[in-house]
């Protein structure tokens, strides 16, 4: 089902327009448009040269915001598909005065087109659509096309983050970091009831949360002998 569209969505925008990395390669074939690139300049968004971490996929803000409260010293980049969903975690981050995050309203395919290359040092996979349908392995973020991609913008030690609801998903993506070459750890089929020290929830953990819904968790990092593989 389509999301109906906020109202004043345009307004709203507006308003929080300094949050916002304004998408400038506008060519709407994917194939071509991954080609072009206009990578971010850092020190010009953010006013310094902290490290940079990613959350692809940020849906209302609720972990990034926080997450960036948290941790001043670090500069993060969200991504969000739809500006109807991107507009909220803006006012939030705007709402806390956050100067070290800001969205953009891209796809994940499109990644590499504006992050520039070993300049990620973590990369945040919250609550991914699981897609379990046959066909679409292609189109879930812990794909191996994906994880190729993110090889090439994490630096060296740079690590991936995972957490997710669907066990089908949870398999299938420690399948793929494997098969990739990518080194697994603090693996945890149940993490809410695990020592999760320092977690930050985002809104959907809340509600599975609250429905005792075990929550699958991974991080991955590349050794650096494994950058030649993929």
Do not use: W
Request: charged share 30%.
């Amino acid at each position: 089902m389509r999301m109906r569209r906020k109202r004043n969505l345009d307004e709203r925008l507006g308003a929080v327009g300094d949050y916002i990395i304004e998408r400038t390669i506008l060519d709407r074939n994917m194939k071509t448009s991954v080609e072009q690139k206009d990578y971010i300049d850092y020190r010009k968004v953010f006013g310094n040269f902290n490290p940079v971490e990613l959350e692809i996929g940020c849906g209302k803000g609720q972990f990034i915001c926080e997450l960036a409260r948290r941790n001043p010293g670090v500069n993060y980049i969200a991504i969000e598909m739809l500006s109807n969903v991107i507009v909220e975690a803006c006012e939030k981050a705007k709402k806390m005065e956050l100067s070290n995050v800001k969205f953009m309203i891209i796809r994940a395919e499109c990644l590499e087109s504006y992050i520039p290359d070993r300049t990620i040092s973590k990369i945040y996979l919250n609550f991914s659509t699981p897609l379990p349908q046959k066909g679409y392995e292609k189109q879930r973020l812990t794909h191996r096309k994906f994880l190729k991609v993110y090889s090439r913008l994490l630096v060296d030690g740079g690590e991936i983050h995972q957490k997710t609801d669907s066990k089908s998903l949870f398999e299938f993506s420690i399948a793929e970091f494997s098969q990739s070459g990518y080194i697994l750890k603090n693996i945890s089929l149940d993490y809410l009831n695990s020592d999760c020290k320092n977690n930050i929830m985002t809104e959907h953990e809340l509600k599975f949360a609250e429905m005792d819904m075990p929550i699958y968790r991974l991080e991955a990092y590349l050794p650096d002998i494994s950058r030649e593989v993929l």
